[in-house]
């Protein structure tokens, strides 16, 4: 009885050394395991910068070809209005009241700051227009270390009987009603919602889709227009048709 005890205590106690020996090698493991992790985020963390400075690089290229850009895109007659309104998110964005306005929208450019990660601006340059005194209205966003942004814009100077109030747009005392947005309104609210993210839908539309591109935008709508004439072509070629045929069957009657 005696010996049966001491033969399950031995192999109690090996049991537990066993288990031990697997514990230590887990810890072991998992150290080497977070060494490496470690390793590779600062190979990301060198990567990460090593990216933004290539993009802050050609950032800098691309800054005189953005100005031939601008500087062609102002001999096009609306051109901004129509890759505005062609853009499936941001032509929702414009009442009728602000298609008025994007007609005297000449130039845009879209600036990141020279550390790139710490925010960019949005600027839209129009004619004197009879809506408002300025000429260059300009969004910035600056990203703060805590994660929240720091938002301004340029204030706009209404002229008399012109101006957006309370999401109504009024000239001359007669209001137009602006549906839920108006671009103007997301233009000058400054305010960062937490549950609000249209500030960085707009802004990251503008930024990231339209900016890089509008021509994709402005062709949209100029294909539309082809499209459109292609079809009142293909009508009017068989409406001829039907008429050919009835003036043969004229002839036909007449003999």
Do not use: C
């Not at 090996?14 to 230590?24: C, F, G, L, P, Y």
């Not at 020279?114 to 005194?133: A, H, L, M, Q, R």
């Not at 707009?202 to 402005?218: C, G, M, Q, R, S």
């Amino acid at each position: 009885m005696g010996s049966d005890n001491k033969g399950k205590k031995q192999k109690v106690e090996e049991t537990n050394k066993s288990e031990d020996q697997v514990d230590a090698e887990l810890v072991l493991s998992i150290e080497k395991l977070q060494e490496i992790q470690d390793d590779l985020e600062k190979i990301n963390e060198e990567a990460s910068d090593k990216v933004l400075e290539i993009e802050q690089k050609y950032n800098e290229v691309r800054k005189p070809i953005y100005d031939k850009r601008n500087d062609v895109i102002k001999s096009i007659s609306d051109f901004w209005l129509t890759a505005f309104m062609s853009h499936p998110a941001l032509g929702e964005l414009l009442t009728e009241e602000d298609q008025k306005i994007f007609k005297h929208l000449n130039s845009m450019e879209v600036e990141d700051f020279k550390d790139v990660k710490s925010g960019y601006s949005i600027t839209f340059n129009f004619n004197p227009n009879p809506y408002f005194e300025e000429t260059k209205l300009t969004k910035t966003f600056t990203f703060l270390e805590e994660g929240t942004t720091n938002i301004t814009a340029t204030p706009i100077t209404w002229k008399e009987g012109m101006g957006i109030t309370n999401g109504e747009a009024g000239k001359k005392g007669n209001k137009r009603s602006h549906v839920d947005e108006s671009f103007f309104i997301w233009f000058s609210d400054t305010q960062e919602k937490e549950d609000d993210l249209l500030h960085d839908e707009v802004a990251e539309i503008i930024k990231e889709d339209l900016w890089p591109n509008p021509l994709t935008y402005f062709n949209n709508e100029a294909d539309d227009d082809v499209e459109g004439e292609e079809d009142d072509d293909e009508d009017k070629g068989s409406d001829g048709s039907d008429d050919d045929e009835e003036g043969d069957d004229d002839e036909d009657d007449e003999e």
